[in-house]
């Protein structure tokens, strides 16, 4: 017994390794990647990851999926530079508008996967084409545009969100403040409240949660509202990062998303998973396609690559399983 | 049990080498090339380049709009023909669709980490790359556009831009116009009471590019037609482009039209056909040449023994139904667009820049084909299916 612990203890390990062994790599082999420039890069590129992994992390330990990630995230983002820019909202209230959108997707998501029953692959494609329509149509299949720095309306935008002055550092990346501060809270919520517990009780067996009385059906809609809302913040850290939020795009997103919290240890059959493992799992993505291009290393390299690593990556979770289950039987 | 968690910390271990191998093999691959480098840009003067670049070649990203068009490829030949005549390394990278704005933007700012001397750069969108263009003006590295370029820069950061200029590249099928003998023969035999017409359809009078072939081919096949009937030529057809004249010998008339929509088009070229002397046509872009080839039976009037076999049409653009038309000898030839030398000049006006050389906007010109020329090398190159 005491020899499992310690081997389980070393696959913990596994994934902040691999992240160290990547990023040492990239600055042996690369250009120049050992670099405050490429440290920004990879942290700018990794925020609206992040936020769309620690809401899918939530779902994904309840034993479910969100295919809608991406294309919510979009619809997000588009709403809310279309409140802003056409029909002259202030910001405050956009940003607001893209975190509803957010809410009212993963709400309607709940609702399908917990009331009426429809897997989660299934309601979730279903939002995720009707989220990618929608923005289209009320934007008009018009691209749409956050305000850029230099604006004199909503200018902070981009200081708020993603750099600005600070600390002496011209472009300090102000982004990482709001990645930590909601990885915390995400921990938080998952680790030390009711509400984690119970995420993890239905994750490992819904059907003895039920019968131990705990309202399934009510917690699932508040697991997907919850990541609906990180899905619109995550929209609105997208628009800080790029600007222009183009209709009809944001397939594909989910799986960055996915991909970080799969690497970073949460299993795709539910009930296990930590919020840090997602948080490392975003940034093995971000430091692996960075050291790519740094490489350059065409587009299709870092896709295929990337593919690779998700694949490695649920390898591992198999075995991670099989090695629980066997813990579980001795 | 433990042989399985053995087998799976292999297995990752075994992944990160497998990436590094490759990450690794490719990198030996570029800077095994690199010692050849001591060669100077054969075109500047050796005094204009940089001080420390003794024997480091000047690195000059080239961020493209796309990757997977023919066009684009015949744009990175381009850029590839330039780097090695001028002897510096270009990294030539694109997203995979023009919709990736986000991939866009991490690209040029993973190369923008790297500190180049300049860079070449068509933006998906110019909002995006704001503050990359501020930081590149503000560190002096000078941007070159090409393609669409760096529409609406404020930053003063894109110094020039190697593109089409459409009104050139369309004067170029008025001058082949001038030159078609069975056409110049029905110019000059022409009278006010029967009139020749040339016509020039396109799909709208909206967008910069259309509109610009648009004036440049009026305003050159007015210019020749003026030649051979002083005095006698009339444009007509859209309020945008009249110059109407009393008793004209020679009508040019420029159909445009009512939406962008191939059937749009073809009702456009089928009121153009009815017209009594028509002579000529030219088609402004591939939108016009579909839109056309609808009217006249998918190009089989042209042929021979067909109802408009005497016709000599002009397109502009490739694609495949063009491109067949041009090699059945339906359409007297084409124009296309120089992607090649889009590349070439913006590599080549990016070096010029890193060196501190002034450089201006350059038009990258046009080329003709026809049925002759359409299978060469060159010219294969540049017309995309």
Redesign the interface.
């Known amino acids: 017994m005491k020899?499992n612990e310690k081997?389980i203890d070393?696959?913990k390990v596994?994934a902040p390794a691999?992240l160290v062994?990547?990023y040492v790599?990239?600055s042996v082999?690369?250009?120049?990647f050992l670099?405050m420039?490429?440290f920004k890069?990879i942290l700018?590129?990794s925020y609206y990851i992040g936020f769309m992994a620690f809401g899918v992390t939530f779902i994904i330990i309840t034993g479910g999926i969100d295919l809608s990630l991406g294309t919510v995230m979009m619809c997000a983002a588009l709403l809310g530079a279309y409140t802003f820019k056409q029909l002259h909202f202030p910001l405050i209230v956009s940003l607001l508008v893209a975190v509803l959108v957010g809410a009212v997707f993963g709400f309607l998501n709940g609702v399908m996967v917990a009331k009426l029953k429809l897997p989660p692959f299934i309601a979730t494609l279903g939002t995720m084409m009707m989220s990618q329509g929608f923005g289209s149509i009320i934007t008009k299949v018009q691209?749409q545009?956050w305000p850029?720095?230099?604006e004199p309306v909503g200018g902070w935008f981009?200081k708020v969100f993603i750099r600005a002055d600070l600390f002496g550092v011209k472009g300090f990346p102000v982004g990482v403040f709001w990645l930590i501060g909601f990885f915390v809270i995400a921990a938080l919520i998952l680790h030390k409240t009711k509400f984690g517990r119970y995420v993890f009780a239905i994750g490992s067996n819904e059907e003895a949660a039920r019968l131990s009385g705990i309202n399934v059906d009510n917690w699932k809609i508040a697991v997907y509202t919850l990541s609906g809302i990180f899905v619109g913040l995550s929209g609105i850290m997208?628009a800080a990062?790029?600007?222009?939020i183009?209709p009809?795009?944001g397939n594909g997103q989910e799986m960055n998303g996915i991909t970080g919290v799969v690497i970073g240890g949460t299993s795709m059959s539910g009930g296990s998973g930590t919020m840090v493992g997602t948080l490392i799992g975003v940034f093995i993505m971000s430091v692996?396609?960075?050291?790519?291009?740094?490489?350059?290393?065409?587009?299709?390299w870092q896709?295929f690559?990337t593919g690779?690593?998700v694949i490695?990556a649920v390898?591992?979770d198999i075995?991670?399983t099989?090695?629980a289950n066997?813990v579980k039987k001795s | 049990?433990?042989k399985?968690?053995l087998?799976?910390?292999i297995?990752?271990a075994a992944?990160?080498l497998?990436?590094?191998a490759?990450?690794?093999g490719?990198?030996g691959g570029?800077s095994g090339s690199q010692p050849s480098g001591g060669s100077q840009p054969s075109g500047g003067s050796s005094t204009s380049q940089p001080s420390g670049g003794d024997g480091e070649k000047i690195f000059i990203p080239v961020m493209a709009k796309g990757?997977q068009h023919q066009f684009w490829q015949a744009v990175k030949q381009g850029a590839d023909a330039a780097a090695a005549d001028l002897g510096v390394e270009i990294?030539f990278?694109?997203?995979?669709s023009e919709?990736?704005?986000?991939?866009q933007?991490?690209?040029v700012?993973?190369q923008?980490?790297?500190?180049p001397k300049a860079m070449a750069l068509a933006a998906?969108?110019t909002?995006?790359v704001?503050?990359i263009l501020?930081e590149c003006a503000e560190k002096n590295i000078p941007v070159i556009g090409f393609d669409s370029g760096v529409p609406d820069d404020t930053s003063g950061a894109v110094k020039a831009t190697a593109a089409t200029n459409n009104e050139a590249a369309a004067a170029l099928a008025a001058e082949k116009f001038g030159e078609h003998e069975g056409l110049v023969a029905k110019m000059q035999a022409a009278t006010s009471a029967e009139p020749v017409v040339i016509g020039c359809i396109s799909q709208d009078a909206v967008s910069a590019s259309v509109t610009g072939r648009t004036i440049g081919f009026v305003n050159k096949m007015a210019e020749i037609a003026e030649k051979y009937q002083p005095g006698k030529v009339s444009i007509e057809g859209h309020t945008l482009w009249e110059k109407k004249v009393a008793d004209p010998a020679i009508i040019i008339r420029v159909e445009i039209s009512a939406t962008t929509e191939a059937t749009a088009v073809q009702t456009a070229a089928t009121s153009l056909l009815g017209a009594k002397g028509l002579a000529a046509v030219f088609c402004s872009n591939e939108g016009a040449v579909t839109g056309f080839l609808a009217a006249v039976s998918d190009g089989e009037d042209l042929a021979e023994g067909g109802r408009y076999a005497d016709l000599v049409v002009a397109g502009f653009d490739a694609g495949a139904a063009q491109k067949n038309a041009v090699r059945q000898g339906w359409f007297y030839g084409s124009v296309t667009q120089d992607p090649y030398q889009i590349g070439y000049k913006a590599v080549e006006m990016a070096v010029k820049a890193a060196n501190g050389e002034a450089v201006s906007d350059v038009d990258t010109g046009a080329q003709w084909y026809n049925a002759e020329n359409i299978d060469d090398e060159m010219i294969a190159l540049l017309v995309y299916d």
């Open positions: 020899l081997k070393m696959q596994l691999a062994i990547l790599f990239f082999v690369g250009d120049g670099s420039t490429v890069n700018e590129s691209s545009t850029t720095a230099t981009k997208y990062a790029y600007t222009t183009t009809g795009t692996l396609k960075t050291g790519l291009s740094n490489l350059n290393l065409q587009a299709p896709t690559f690779l690593v490695g390898l591992l075995q991670r099989k090695a066997r | 049990m433990n399985k968690r087998f799976a910390a297995l990752s992944m990160m497998s990436l590094a490759c990450g690794g490719d990198k570029t990757f990294y990278d694109g997203p995979g919709t990736e704005i986000d991939k933007v991490n690209m700012k993973d923008m980490a790297k500190n998906l969108s909002d995006a704001k503050e501020a």
